[in-house]
Each structure stands twice: as C-alpha cells, then as structure tokens.
C-alpha cells in the first residue's frame, strides 16, 4: 500500500487525525481519555509540540498541532504509540489500536486555523453527539470560550488572536463564530490538494519548491508524484489552445488532457465543459481511441504532455 506523502519542517502546521483499527473505540472510560490528554501534554514537553486545537471522539481523534522543530512522525510515534501500550496493557490485548497510519494535512496555520479549529470543535455536534460543542467535554471549545481550568500546554492565544487581542472579546467573538456554523456541514478539508494540502496556490508553491523539487517521485510517493505533475483545468486548456487545433478538436483533446492528467474530479471537469461525469468519461474513451488510429494526432498530445509535465494520476 502506498505511504502518504509527509512533509516536515520547522515551524510546519497539521490537521492530524487518526482513526482505531476497524473503525473500532479507541476510548472506553474517561481515564482513557485522560491518559490520551496526558500523552499530548507530554508531546509538548519532549517533542515541544504546540497543540492549538483537540477534540476526542469515540473512534478518532482531531488535533490542529504545530511542529516548531520539524519532527512531526516523532511526536506521532509518542502520541499514537504510548496510547497504544497503555491501552493494551490495561485490557490485556495485543496489536494495533489505530488504522494505518494517521493522516496529516499540512496546512497554511495563517489562513486556515481558525477555521479548522472551528471544524474540530463542531465535529461532535456533527457527530450527532451532542446539541452543542460546549456540552462536550473532551475538546478544546471549552478552553477556547471561558479559559477556566485551561491546561498550560494547550495553545489558545495564536487563533483568539486573529479575532481579537483582547483575551475577553476574543473569547466572546470565538464562541459566537462557532455559533455561527451550528447545523452547517461546511468541510474546510474539502479543499485539500493531492490529498496533502490546504493553503492557497501560492502557499502550495512555495512547498513544492522549497521541500520537493529536489526528491524524487517514485510509487511509494503516488501524492507527491501528483502534486509535482498536476495541472489545473485552465492551465491545460490554455495549452492546448496554443496548438494548431480545430476547435472542435482542441475541445475534445482539453477534456481528454484533463480526465487523464489534472487530478480534478469529474464533476470539477464536466462544469468547465459543461458536461455529465459521465460524458467528461465517454469524451476521454473516445479521444485515446481516436490517437490509436491517428498518430499524428498522438504525437501532438505527447507533445503537449511533455511541456506540461505532466504524468497519469
């Protein structure tokens, strides 16, 4: 099975979740989950991880966690494997608790943390849990609304700060943003790029060019390999109008390039053309079968291909 991308370095933001193996409770009391509390507290301490943001559900957990040395996997490994070994020991089992590995976002903290902590506190309530994310009792909100019995090592102040920087009405202004969203399903992770990401285009530039233009994309690494050759929908259709196409052509090769290259979902490239998902799949079909009988048809869309970069995702 493919690893998913990791990309480490100082200062790195992450939406982190992890889920138990089968889907399976992962918390059964609440020492359980106070145990799990004082396995992130010790992250903080050894691995000087900065929680901002947590919230504990029955078969996963969320975390919004900023890595100032870089060394994400290593504070994972203490989270994830000191839980593993007290929750074994105390029930006399053996095995894994989580499913695979955990997921990592890396996440432009500027421009999307508060919004996630927002969508870490209300998971609960989306859960069908609780009316209110102030009535559960294993998440941040609480902290992040009235400060009272606080814990030292969870962060606050970074996310209050962009509502306010007075600590009171920043308080206030928080618990009426969250207010805000009750009974909405709005995922900000749905704009997640190559499975990775979640920052503007000029954010996911930056990372590529500093942290991948020098590692090499093998299929051990599909989400790095797709970050580094997608293009958008624009970009391939701008290039494919640069080739002595006839219209009706130059349309058809677009959809092809984009079904087969850009990474987009179907239904992303049938609103651009204004098509069915399923007629973006039969236009896609028909134009390969189209190059197997025209070769210098094929040559032309290689040609593009290999200006583009691009490769199959």
Known sequence: MARPLRIQYPGASYHVTSRGNERRD????QRDREKFLHYLEMATQRYHAIIHAYCLMSNHYHLLIETPEGNLSQIMQHING???TYYN??????GHLFQGRYSAILIDADAYALELSRYIHLNPVRAGMVEHPGHHPWSSYCHYVNGKDAPEWLQTRTILAQLSQNEEAARGKYR???QDRLGDTTNPLKGV???TFLGSELFIDAIREKYLSGRNADRNLPKHRALTTQRSISQIVEKVASKNFEHALARKAAIYLCHRYSGEKL????????????GVTQA???FSERQKEDGALFRQVQQIVEELGLCNV
């Open 89 to 94: 020991v105390k029930r006399k089992r053996a």
């Open 284 to 286: 896609s079909r028909r």
């Open 193 to 195: 790029a190559a499975g």
């Open 267 to 278: 239904r992303n490239i049938g609103e651009y053309f204004q098509l069915s998902e399923s």
């Open 82 to 84: 000191s839980y593993t």
């Open 176 to 178: 009426q943003f969250v």
């Open 26 to 29: 992962i918390y059964k009391s």
